[in-house]
Nanobody
Framework: VQLVESGGGLVQAGGSLRLSCEAS????????MSWVRQAPGKGPEWVST????????TYADSVKGRFTISRDNTKKTLYLHMNSLKPEDTAVYYC???????????????WGQGTQVTVSS
C-alpha cells in the first residue's frame, strides 16, 4: 500500500485548499477511503470517508458543510476540497485506506506520509 498526499500549505482563515492522494499497490476502486488529521499535540481525528463508488460520503461535524471528499477511481486518486478554513483546521492531513471511522485513526500502516495544512488567523 502506498498513499502519497499533496496540496497542503499555508492559507489564511476563510481560504481554500484541495488535497490529493495518489494510491498504488492495491486495487484502489475496491476500498472505501478516508481522510484523517492530526493537530500538534493531539491524537488522530477522523475527517471524512467516501465509499468505493462515491455514492456515500460522511463527515466529522467539525468539517461538515466546509469540506468535500471525492475520488477518481480511474486516476486512483482521493481528494479533499476544503473551504472556509479555520485556524483549528491546522493539522497534518493523511489519506487512509478503509472506511471505518474508528479503525482508520489507529491503523497508521494504512496512511500516507501526510501533508501539512496551516491556517493563519
Amino acid at each position: 500500500v502506498q498513499l502519497v498526499e499533496s496540496g497542503g500549505g499555508l492559507v489564511q482563515a476563510g481560504g481554500s485548499l484541495r488535497l490529493s492522494c495518489e494510491a498504488s499497490g492495491f486495487t484502489f476502486g475496491n476500498y472505501d477511503m478516508s481522510w484523517v488529521r492530526q493537530a500538534p499535540g493531539k491524537g488522530p481525528e477522523w475527517v471524512s470517508t467516501i465509499n468505493t463508488r462515491s455514492t456515500s460520503t460522511t463527515y466529522a461535524d467539525s468539517v461538515k458543510g466546509r469540506f468535500t471528499i471525492s475520488r477518481d477511481n480511474t486516476k486512483k486518486t482521493l481528494y479533499l476540497h476544503m473551504n472556509s478554513l479555520k485556524p483549528e483546521d491546522t493539522a497534518v492531513y493523511y489519506c487512509a485506506m478503509g472506511g471505518n471511522r474508528n479503525t482508520v485513526v489507529v491503523l497508521k500502516n494504512n496512511w500516507g506520509q501526510g501533508t501539512q495544512v496551516t491556517v493563519s488567523s
